[in-house]
């Protein structure tokens, strides 16, 4: 009988079924770097603690060294057998090595190992993520600053509202994924902290430094109580929440360009490399990419609600049903990623019709608030009341067809008799949109203003 090195009182060999519900290998055989790179931090620590002999870290280094160039190469394939990526890599120690190798796992356990593992894996792919992020908030500064008097109109209730800049659109953009980039940050440094030396739950009697470890992996410091840290995924719930709320943003700007690409709208074409045709209907191009990003921000809230479930009833320590938390993250990142990725490229080659939308802000009274506020400002009228007469006024420009942007002076005066010229310049779509100076506003001078915050905000942090 084969004995399984991971159950050392298990005589009989596992039932088959146990094995396709217990085995992690052909999912956590992705974490095979991080695997080998914290075991031979350990094996560096034990031998420096003189817990095992230098010659026998010398071989399980060189040793561990080959392995990581053998899988990456192809050269060894991980296939199903070993119970999971820990055991696989023990294995194809023991057999490259010999006895050395079955040193490795002294002052360890598969607990301290795996929480080490997933979170050198969860910190490397923050990092990525965040880096993919600013080069998604340089092309939305980018397509702003090409688009600062780009006229379009602002919506709410998706109806027309008030006439803003396209570029201060894209801002809103690329504000939302600055969040998202120091959300990501943020997660990095709480979570930066080493698990290695933890143990099973209680630590270890052997006279281990885990202050070694823990610089050696790129970790702060030790965690502070082994039986929280073996038993804490808040780091991949973290990436997962943060990965939730960025494809919330991604999901939402498709949502609009979905919109923006319709016949209807036709505020944006996107670039025929990210749409695809019908296979019935021959004039079709259809928003494939924008739809795909929309549709996978589900899986991403899958990910996330699946893992808080999974802990909601755990007692200390560890439980098997953590080894549920590595798909939905290897999920959750990879989709992250390629969604990333698209992003920028259909960012940086969408066309922007900036006639389509200068025409868009001659229907839904745009510069209606801005008539009010003129009454405010030049006639001392209570908001209130202003308020009220320009709904009048807007109701004669529906019955005479128009907006209220194209009402003569003549027509605005047989509403109102005490209008003066310059109403005529406080009603055009323009001069509303750059009327709004305060800081944040639309006005093309605020958008320009807030394109500088962006840009010296990534100096600081693009040292
Ligand atoms: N494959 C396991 C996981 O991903 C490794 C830890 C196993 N520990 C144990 N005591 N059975 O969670």
Not at 72 to 78: C, F, Q, T, V
Not at 88 to 108: M, Q, S, Y
Not at 390 to 403: M, P, Q, S
Request: hydrophobic residues 40%.
């Amino acid at each position: 009988m084969k004995k399984n090195i991971a159950s050392a009182r298990i005589n009989i060999e596992s039932s088959h079924l146990l094995k396709v519900l217990n085995d992690s290998l052909p999912f956590d055989k992705e974490l095979f770097k991080e695997d080998i790179k914290g075991s031979i931090a350990h094996a560096r620590m034990l031998s420096n603690k003189e817990i095992i002999s230098n010659d026998d870290f010398a071989l399980i280094e060189s040793g561990l060294n080959e392995l990581l160039s053998d899988i990456e190469s192809g050269k060894i394939e991980l296939n199903e057998g070993d119970e999971d990526i820990h055991m696989a890599i023990e294995r194809l120690l023991t057999a490259k090595i010999g006895d050395a190798a079955k040193r490795v796992h002294t002052a360890r356990s598969r607990n301290d190992q795996v929480a080490t593992d997933f979170r050198l894996y969860v910190q490397n792919n923050t990092i990525e993520l965040a880096n993919l992020l600013i080069r998604v908030i340089k092309s939305f500064i980018n397509i702003a600053k090409d688009n600062t008097d780009t006229l379009l109109p602002g919506m709410t209730h998706l109806q027309h509202a008030q006439p803003i800049n396209f570029g201060y659109h894209m801002l809103a953009y690329a504000v939302m994924f600055k969040r998202d980039y120091e959300r990501f940050i943020s997660s990095y440094d709480r979570n930066n902290i080493s698990p290695l030396g933890c143990a099973a739950l209680a630590g270890t009697p052997h006279p281990i430094d885990r202050e070694q470890t823990a610089k050696e992996l790129g970790f702060k410091e030790p965690s502070i109580n082994c039986l929280d840290t073996v038993s804490d995924r808040d780091f991949a719930l973290e990436i997962l929440f943060n990965i939730s709320t960025m494809m919330m943003h991604i999901s939402r700007l498709s949502e609009e360009l979905i919109l923006w690409s319709t016949s209807e709208f036709k505020f944006v074409t996107l670039s025929d490399k990210h749409a695809t045709g019908s296979s019935i209907m021959p004039q079709k191009k259809n928003p494939d990419i924008p739809e795909l990003l929309r549709g996978k921000t589900g899986r991403a809230y899958g990910n996330l609600i699946s893992l808080l479930t999974v802990m909601k009833g755990l007692p200390l320590a560890y439980n098997k049903d953590t080894q549920e938390d590595k798909e939905g993250v290897f999920d959750s990142v990879h989709t992250a990623k390629i969604s990333l990725m698209v992003l920028i490229e259909m960012i940086d080659e969408m066309k922007v019709n900036k006639e389509n939308m200068k025409k868009a802000c001659k229907v839904g009274h745009l510069s209606a608030t801005d008539l009010a506020d003129y009454l405010v400002k030049n006639r001392d009228m209570p908001f209130r009341d202003a308020y009220h007469l320009v709904g009048n006024i807007v109701n004669e420009a529906e019955k005479l067809n128009k907006d209220i942007s194209e009402l003569s002076y003549q027509e605005l005066k047989s509403i109102d008799n005490t209008f003066a010229q310059d109403v005529i310049e406080v009603l055009n779509i323009t001069n509303s949109m750059n009327a709004r100076v305060s800081k944040g506003g639309t006005s093309t001078k605020s958008t320009k203003e807030q394109i500088d915050i962006l840009n010296s905000w990534l100096e600081k942090i693009v040292k």
